[in-house]
Structure formats: structure tokens, C-alpha cells
């Protein structure tokens, strides 16, 4: 199911000019869903997903502790891939709940 909603992530992404790099980059600390390049801006994405409301907002999952592991993920990405961590990047976030799509760009 997640698959599923990181397709149609990476579909509304190519659909703003993005390109998809890499998809679901793993290391010993997590993972990063989405890496895109947005012009000359390396961007890194978090999709996620509830079922419904009930649960809260899919955005509000991606708390301080989230978001300083996707960073700390995307440092070593940026090592992985020879690039300075001086490169121009991002971090956007995308929530999906029930038929409900948000796309917050530059999220933290």
C-alpha cells in the first residue's frame, strides 16, 4: 500500500518538473522515500500515509525525532553520492489521508 502512494508521489513530482533520482535510499539509520532534483536543488521527500483522520494528520507523524533522522540520512546520502553537504538542498513532505493530498515544500 505504501508503494502505491509513493508512486503517485513521485508521479506529482515528475508533474512539477522534478526528477525522480532514487527511491526508498536505505542506510543502518532509516530510510528516505523520495530523492528528486528540483532545478540544481537536491530534494529529499517523506511521504506518509493514514488511513483516515482518526489517526491525525499524515503530516504530523513527521515530527522532530522524523525529521532529524531524514537529515542525518540525507548527510549520508550526500557522502554516498560525492557531493558536498554546501549543495543547495531540500526537504518537502507529502501527507496523504483518505483522499486528502498536501504537498509541503521546503517542510523543515
Given at each position: 500500500?505504501?508503494?502505491?502512494?509513493?508512486?503517485?508521489?513521485?508521479?506529482?513530482?515528475?508533474?512539477?518538473?522534478?526528477?525522480?533520482?532514487?527511491?526508498?535510499f536505505?542506510?543502518?539509520?532509516g530510510?528516505?522515500?523520495?530523492?528528486?532534483?528540483?532545478?540544481?536543488?537536491?530534494?529529499?521527500?517523506?511521504?506518509?500515509?493514514?488511513?483516515?483522520?482518526?489517526?491525525g494528520?499524515?503530516?504530523?507523524?513527521?515530527?522532530?525525532?522524523?525529521?532529524?533522522?531524514?537529515?542525518?540520512i540525507a548527510?549520508q546520502?550526500?557522502?554516498?553520492?560525492?557531493?558536498?553537504?554546501?549543495?543547495?538542498?531540500?526537504?518537502?513532505?507529502?501527507?496523504?489521508?483518505?483522499?486528502?493530498?498536501?504537498?509541503?515544500?521546503?517542510?523543515?
Amino acid at each position: 500500500l505504501g508503494a502505491r502512494y509513493e508512486d503517485e508521489a513521485c508521479e506529482y513530482l515528475a508533474s512539477l518538473g522534478m526528477h525522480i533520482i532514487a527511491r526508498n535510499f536505505r542506510t543502518r539509520n532509516g530510510e528516505i522515500d523520495i530523492i528528486a532534483i528540483d532545478g540544481k536543488t537536491l530534494v529529499f521527500v517523506e511521504v506518509k500515509f493514514r488511513r483516515s483522520a482518526n489517526a491525525g494528520d499524515a503530516l504530523s507523524a513527521i515530527d522532530q525525532r522524523k525529521q532529524c533522522q531524514i537529515r542525518r540520512i540525507a548527510r549520508q546520502y550526500l557522502h554516498y553520492a560525492g557531493l558536498s553537504e554546501e549543495s543547495s538542498i531540500r526537504f518537502d513532505c507529502i501527507g496523504i489521508t483518505d483522499a486528502d493530498f498536501r504537498y509541503v515544500r521546503g517542510a523543515f
